[in-house]
């Protein structure tokens, strides 16, 4: 188990974080690193080092970071999903899927979580298994758009045309100007045979 950090690693950690939200990737790694790393030494620390990783593009070492961070705190939710992030971004779903699993035992009831659930049964073309997921994400969080988005392209990708345009439409009804659930629409109609209406959404979606 991760110790609770001190004081002073505790403000490194705080101040990591607000530099990162001002998208300062470099000045969050110097604060990390400052003082000897010892705000390193924590599995917060290492999971904030993973996200500034991720965010650039350096996928190994940010895996890395988020395999210490689940060995210094097993039961950290948040590692075991930033870690599923980054397989999914090195193309190797499966042990994704494992890691956001593990994820939603510790914290069953985050809709963000089931959403990237969805997200990598999708790429693995298990399609009933993604929009549960999808469901699940929406049961926590109604006015989840991607998620519902997700799950309109899933259910269109199953053939299921009319359940797919009631998730455009939904989204539509929000944001009219979206220009994926425009897509998505246009696609749906051209399913359901309606091509008209296909056309007619292609153009919407083109005139964005």
Avoid: W
């Avoid at 950690?13 to 705000?39: M, N, T, V, Y």
């Avoid at 494992?98 to 399609?127: E, S, T, Y």
């Avoid at 988005?149 to 299921?160: P, T």
């Amino acid at each position: 188990m991760s110790k609770v950090p001190d004081a002073a690693v505790q403000e490194t950690l705080r101040s990591a974080i607000a530099l990162i939200g001002e998208g300062r990737l470099d000045a969050a790694q110097a604060s990390l690193e400052a003082d000897g790393g010892a705000a390193l030494g924590t599995a917060v620390g290492q999971n904030i080092r993973g996200d500034i990783c991720l965010k650039q593009g350096r996928l190994a070492e940010a895996l890395q970071a988020f395999d210490m961070a689940v060995r210094l705190a097993p039961s950290m939710p948040q590692a075991h999903g930033n870690r599923a992030a980054v397989l999914q971004e090195m193309n190797r779903a499966d042990e994704a899927l494992a890691a956001i699993d593990r994820a939603l035992r510790l914290k069953p009831d985050h809709p963000p979580a089931h959403f990237n659930r969805g997200n990598i049964l999708r790429v693995l073309h298990r399609r009933e298994e993604a929009i549960r997921a999808f469901d699940q994400a929406l049961r926590g969080q109604p006015k989840f758009i991607d998620a519902m988005l997700n799950r309109g392209m899933v259910l269109s990708d199953s053939g299921r045309h009319l359940q797919a345009l009631a998730d455009f439409n939904n989204i539509l009804a929000v944001q009219p100007h979206h220009a994926a659930a425009l897509i998505g629409r246009a696609s749906a109609f051209r399913g359901l045979g309606d091509y008209d209406n296909a056309l007619a959404g292609i153009g919407r979606a083109a005139r964005r």
